[in-house]
């Protein structure tokens, strides 16, 4: 057999070259080549892919490592004494370290891998919000949050007896410094936050919340499922005690995600679930002896192939360099802004073009978003229309739901003005799914 420790490096793709100072036009034209789906035709029609919030798509790079992987080191983490066995488990702990860089972590074992954001906070919820919010307690959320962080803490707060209270985002979904600390009493045991809105692209400024909730010796929980594929996140400046993301938004695979925890408050933290793989030792009668952080919260084989292909998706993203991709979503974001402002009976939903994230969410009066999303799916277009999984927020600001185009590194102003164009057809209609 050859030797697994060198075709463990051999499968570890360098990043691409950054693009260095080209146009934020030239960024998709760079690296469209390295999505192999953005080829396929549906319908007759190239792919249009302006549903990025959703999920992303993978770069030839991350498909190389998956497929690297299982074809060359394969096998099971902590539990052989065999070459395979610890050709994979370097491969897992290289994946955690990529991790940590990426997001300015300060020791590796403050990573935990899970399925994706929503298992992260349900992960924090259940083990470390159960132990900090009692009776009469109060968790402090935003009016802005996707069920993902949202619901885990409705659900803590009903089953403990404590009230959830939610701090209301303004007219262009926004939450300021002054009303989340005035959501602060005694009786405030957690803070949830979203880092990017994803209906609106809002970025809440984090640090600074995190400084209210501080300030106040409450943790705060943030959710940066859309904020990782659009900007550098330093969990340490954020002052982020628990950080949530996952895979599939930033060109990784789908059910990976990763819980940043600070090492004091994980170490303290019960296991979320147990089984193979995070004790020491266990008998039927005996004490059971769990593993330090983070082997304690990944309980049976982990998602190895999905770290790996974390990791991969991690670097390609850090190769493009952040200049480039900052650029390209500031011109692409404001370009849509501009592009929809000159269509009669579209509007613009909040304030994206401010620090933009990606998003762009919009109206079309008198038409369903169901029906805008099929209008613009019969040009080719695939959109995400409807609440977003944010209701309260929609109500909030008085809509049925928005039309959400979301971008990504290989997304072109081209593609916007085909949106444009589809958009001055559209009519009222009955959509059907």
């Known amino acids: 057999m050859d030797d697994p420790s060198r075709a463990t490096a051999e ?17 998709p034209e760079a690296v469209r080549a390295d999505f192999p789906i953005l080829s396929a035709r549906f319908d007759g029609h190239p792919l249009v892919y302006l549903d990025n919030a959703a999920t992303t798509h993978k770069p030839r790079a991350v498909l190389d490592a998956i497929v690297g992987y299982y074809s060359t080191v394969n096998g099971n983490v902590g539990r052989g004494h065999y070459a395979l066995s610890r ?33 992260a906070v349900n992960l924090v919820a259940g083990t470390f919000g159960r132990r900090v919010v009692g009776r009469g307690d109060q968790v402090v959320v935003t009016g802005m949050e996707h069920n993902s962080n949202l619901l885990p803490w409705r659900r803590l707060c009903e089953e403990a007896g404590a009230e959830l209270v939610v701090v209301p985002a303004g007219a262009h979904g926004r939450v300021s410094r002054e009303d989340f600390s005035a959501a602060f009493g005694p ?40 904020a990782v594929p659009h900007r550098p996140v330093d969990v340490r400046e954020l002052d982020a005690d628990f950080y949530c993301f996952s895979g599939h938004k930033v060109y990784g695979p789908m059910g990976v995600g990763v819980l940043y925890g600070r090492r004091d408050l994980l170490a303290d933290t019960a296991p979320y679930q147990v089984g193979g793989g995070m004790v020491k030792g266990a008998t ?34 850090h190769g493009l360099g952040w200049d480039a991709v900052r650029r390209h979503d500031r011109a692409l974001v404001r370009y849509a802004v501009a592009a929809l402002g000159e269509i009669d009976r579209v509007r613009v939903v909040g304030d994206p073009g ?11 009066d008198g038409v369903h978003p169901y029906d805008v999303g099929g209008h613009l799916d019969a040009h080719g277009v695939a959109v995400r229309g409807g609440v977003h999984c944010a209701a ?14 979301s971008f990504a590194v290989y997304n072109s102003e081209d593609e916007v003005d085909l949106v444009a164009g589809a958009l001055r057809t559209v009519r009222p209609g009955t959509w059907t799914p």
């Open 392 to 405: 309260d927020l929609l109500d909030d600001l008085g809509l049925l739901g928005t039309v959400r185009m």
């Open 354 to 364: 401010a620090d933009p994230s990606g998003i762009v969410s919009f109206v079309v």
């Open 87 to 119: 050709a994979a488990a370097d491969r897992y702990d290289r994946a955690r370290e990529a991790v940590r860089r990426a997001i300015g972590a300060a020791h590796a074992d403050e990573i935990v891998f899970c399925r994706g954001t929503t298992d």
């Open 11 to 27: 499968v570890d793709p360098p990043p691409p070259a950054p693009p260095g100072d080209a146009h934020p036009a030239r960024l």
């Open 187 to 226: 009786r405030v045991r957690l803070a949830a936050v979203a880092h990017v809105s994803n209906v609106l692209g809002t970025v809440n400024p984090v640090r600074a919340l995190a400084g209210v909730a501080h300030r106040n010796g409450v943790p705060i929980v943030v959710d940066g499922a859309q």
């Open 284 to 317: 039927r009668t005996g004490p059971v002896r769990y593993l330090p952080v983070p082997g304690r919260f990944e309980a049976g084989t982990p998602n190895i192939e999905g770290a790996v292909g974390l990791a991969a998706a991690l670097r390609y993203l």
